[in-house]
């Protein structure tokens, strides 16, 4: 068989001969266009077809000096003044100038209407030079190069003045290769290209130009700078509309991927712009996309979203409380799964427990229960502290409360006083639960709902006076104070006084005044709440409980939270624990652990300096003396009988121990 018969164009230094002769020509000729397009064109597409695309082709395209010229070219391009170029349907005319683009849908003048469109054979040859360009972009030394000959701002304004969807696509796709290099991004971002690739984005309706300018958005959004920046100029809102109506299913996961990227960090405009075109529905139900790529970059930007609590209730409606729990619970329920995949979902999660709404979702969809298993589980150590502080958003739903307390919250809470957790992540204020709406002035007249809740809290002994609470007031930010003296039929007069001179911090003159919040505020403000049931006597006054509170009150390195030492007054002086503390052996326990100084063999002994053991003592008697007080009223004399006479063997002597240390 014949060999095939070679061309001119089979040759590399043919074709960079004819693109270095063209730019020349561009820059300093004069001569015809229209003589030269025809082996100019020819060269281009053996360029992009054969040598581009071979092994090692853009190497050798870039040694050979083939990028200088070939921009030559572009901004031969970019710096013409043709008529308007032909607009593909659905697009908005423009003229090929330095001129920007009138808006997307506007009647175009008289005189753009008038004029011919610009030769063909011009526009084949910008496609041709912006697809080799583009192909060449991506490497990363054909994208330093570019960017050291000064190459973006052609494609910047060529964005500008072509409207013709090929020419558009591969300008974007250029754009978006460029913009894989940091220094490239920046440039992109200085020179422009942001506000003409949202105006691409409107004008065409070509789905590959569509997936092209999704893409160079996402890649410009590499940095929280930048992804500040795009959502501020208004990026977000065209992508979640499009996501809204578009059937494509590739658009569709371009459109997912560039909202993750956007997603990171999530600002507040991009969780604005994001409700405000649509993309909350389309999202939840995109989250059970046959495709992984699609529903995991879903996941991902809805627990992104969660960041900002101004779109968590409408999130929350449109069913992503359900999405979040339920990938989270198959993440921890898959064998081999790594905890860095479940963190986001873990804090997405703990953040929609500041919503009312968002609470009560969490609730019926067994939010409690994964929550719990969370903290039972000693892989996810680092992030108790959180989901401790998401609780505390159940503090006044007592149906969760009890919940809570059946799954063994009280015994976990006790361990995390005295735990080796890591501190809870802070969170930016724009994360603050939405049902204190910041926006809001000293002014304006308190709501009905908010004169309730506050008349509610005063009346329960959460607050002195009505002055101590303002409108800005919620659980996670401003813990409630609790009655200032225990409930007791007849409790020690002094014990107030003494808490107030033992336990103060020196900053603070009194228990009433502002509290210290460290890292054990929400399990003690949790504990608390349950101290002042009726009858905490089950799940407070037991080992673990009693031993977490008095390991944390001898063991904190400073002065311990006044809410512990509240506690356990007010178990000691409630008639309803005295038999839970003759059974758990609580007497002894606190006279071992404060008056003596001796903890339990599996607790580490307390290491205070003797001022504060002299502290740990008087505490010791005063909470023993408290529990004398109710063994030797009428009730404790009865209760204290039936244990020795008709209890168990278990309690007869665990009664018959306990009555030297009560009862004197």
Not at 379 to 406: C, E, I, N, S
Not at 417 to 424: D, H, I, N
Request: net charge positive; charged share 20%.
């Amino acid at each position: 068989m014949a060999a095939a018969k070679l061309t001119p164009t089979d040759s590399l230094s043919f074709c960079l001969a004819q693109l270095t002769a063209a730019a020349g020509e561009g820059l300093g000729g004069r001569k015809d266009t229209a003589i030269s397009e025809t082996p100019l064109g020819r060269a281009l597409l053996a360029l992009r077809t054969r040598h581009v695309k071979a092994a090692g082709g853009i190497e050798r395209f870039r040694a050979r000096g083939g990028l200088r010229p070939l921009l030559a070219l572009l901004r031969r391009a970019a710096a013409a003044d043709p008529a308007p170029a032909q607009a593909s349907p659905g697009s908005a005319p423009s003229t090929v100038s330095a001129v920007p683009a009138p808006p997307s849908g506007s009647a175009p003048s008289s005189a753009s209407s008038t004029t011919s469109s610009p030769p063909v054979r011009q526009r084949k040859t910008l496609d041709l030079a912006l697809s080799i360009l583009a192909n060449c972009c991506t490497e990363g030394a054909c994208r330093a190069e570019v960017r050291r000959l000064g190459g973006i701002l052609p494609l910047v304004t060529i964005l500008q003045c072509v409207k013709t969807d090929s020419i558009l696509n591969r300008t974007a796709r250029a754009l978006g290769n460029l913009a894989m290099e940091p220094e490239s991004c920046n440039d992109i971002h200085s020179a422009g290209g942001v506000p003409l690739l949202l105006e691409s984005l409107t004008a065409c309706q070509d789905s590959q130009c569509l997936q092209s300018v999704v893409r160079a958005l996402r890649n410009l959004a590499d940095s929280p700078q930048h992804r500040l920046l795009l959502a501020q100029q208004g990026a977000v809102r065209p992508l979640a509309e499009l996501l809204a109506t578009t059937p494509d299913l590739a658009l569709t996961s371009a459109l997912v991927r560039a909202l993750l990227e956007l997603s990171w960090g999530c600002s507040r405009a991009c969780a604005e712009q994001l409700s405000l075109g649509g993309g909350l529905g389309p999202l939840v139900s995109l989250a059970s996309h046959p495709k992984r790529a699609v529903r995991e970059a879903t996941i991902l930007t809805l627990a992104n979203l969660c960041a900002q609590g101004l779109v968590r209730p409408a999130l929350g409606n449109a069913g992503g409380v359900e999405v979040l729990l339920g990938e989270l619970r198959r993440r921890r329920d898959t064998n081999g799964a790594s905890p860095a995949s479940q963190q986001p979902l873990v804090r997405a999660v703990c953040l929609l427990c500041r919503e009312a709404i968002n609470r009560a979702r969490l609730r019926d969809a067994g939010g409690l229960e994964l929550l719990m298993g969370l903290l039972r589980d000693s892989r996810a150590k680092a992030w108790h502290p959180r989901v401790v502080a998401a609780l505390v958003g159940f503090l006044y739903d007592t149906g969760a409360l009890g919940r809570l307390q059946a799954l063994g919250l009280v015994p976990l809470l006790a361990g995390q006083l005295c735990g080796e957790a890591g501190e809870e992540e802070e969170e930016g204020t724009e994360a603050a639960s939405w049902d204190f709406p910041e926006e809001r002035t000293p002014e304006r007249p308190e709501a009905g709902s908010f004169r309730s809740l506050r008349s509610w809290l005063v009346s329960e002994g959460y607050a002195a006076g009505p002055g101590d609470i303002s409108p800005d007031w919620s659980p996670e930010h401003c813990p409630p104070q609790e009655p200032a003296e225990p409930s007791s039929p007849a409790p020690r007069p002094n014990l107030l006084q003494t808490q107030r001179k033992l336990f103060t911090p020196r900053r603070s003159p009194s228990i009433t005044s502002e509290e210290p919040w460290g890292r054990e505020g929400p399990a003690l403000l949790l504990l608390s709440r349950f101290s002042q049931a009726p009858d905490p006597s089950g799940a407070l006054v037991t080992g673990p409980a009693l031993s977490g509170l008095l390991a944390y009150v001898t063991g904190a390195p400073g002065p311990p939270n006044p809410r512990a030492l509240r506690i356990l007054a007010r178990l000691t002086c409630n008639p309803a624990c005295l038999e839970a503390f003759v059974r758990s052996y609580g007497a002894a326990l606190l006279r071992a652990w404060l008056v003596l100084g001796v903890a339990p063999d599996d607790w580490p002994a307390p290491r205070v300096r003797p001022a504060r053991r002299n502290q740990h003592r008087e505490l010791g008697e005063m909470l023993l003396q408290n529990l004398t007080v109710q063994a030797e009223s009428p009730f404790g004399v009865g209760a204290l009988t039936h244990l020795l006479l008709s209890g168990s063997p278990e309690d007869r002597v665990a009664c018959a121990l306990t009555l030297p240390f009560i009862c004197r």
